[in-house]
């Protein structure tokens, strides 16, 4: 399949380029920075694109099968972060225009206020306040295309803490909402960067999890 992946030079983005390659896909990888992925293949071709005008996005998506965002912005102590909601209204606008329909976005655990309350003390009280701009604003993303985005084939997967390591042999375990609520899994728990990624690609051309969040993690 043709894939165009945001979010390629980040940690989990690299894994998701590797494995696409691996895999057979010819990949299409949107950057800020071209000289930020070492990666080198012949189905891989990077281009710098600017991800906030949906006007340029829509030229790298002619062709594509699927729009897959590793995205990631910083969080803010004192501020709001806006990267998450701007970047995707400009990549649903651009797969409109270029008649896109999937697309596949990571977030986190605990994006909706009050799933927090379901975490341990150390991460409702430390964590969750210490990164809330992010997960307020991965929230809105995740509503907009809830509200704004039903023409389109999207999924939002949602990981815990993330691990930079290669993909495992572990089993996934998923469910419809904020967090994964069995017993046997830890709030602290955390995943590999490579699962989710594997996760991910895992999900371009199933229909389970359509127009839905879907919160995962390995055991």
Known sequence: MKLSVFGA???TGQFLVQQALEKGHEVTALVRNVTK???????????EANIFSADQLSQHFLGQDAIISCL????RVFGTVSGY???????????????VKRIIVM?????????????????RFLLLPLIRSVLTNMHEMENYLKEECSDLSWTVVRPPG???APATD??????????????SVPDTKSVARG???????????KDEWLQRGVAMCTV
């Not at 992925?37 to 281009?47: D, M, S």
């Open 9 to 11: 030079t980040g940690q």
């Open 37 to 47: 992925l070492t990666i080198q293949h012949q189905n891989l071709k990077v281009v």
């Open 72 to 75: 990631g912005f910083p969080y």
């Open 85 to 99: 909601t701007d970047s995707m209204k400009a990549i649903t606008a651009g797969a409109r225009q270029s008649k």
């Open 107 to 123: 977030t986190s655990w605990y994006t909706a206020p009050e799933s927090g309350q379901n975490a341990s003390a150390l991460v």
């Open 162 to 164: 993330l691990q930079n």
């Open 170 to 183: 572990k089993e996934f375990l998923t469910h419809e909402g904020y967090f994964v609520p069995q017993q």
């Open 195 to 205: 699962d989710v990624a594997c996760f991910m690609l895992s999900l371009i051309d």
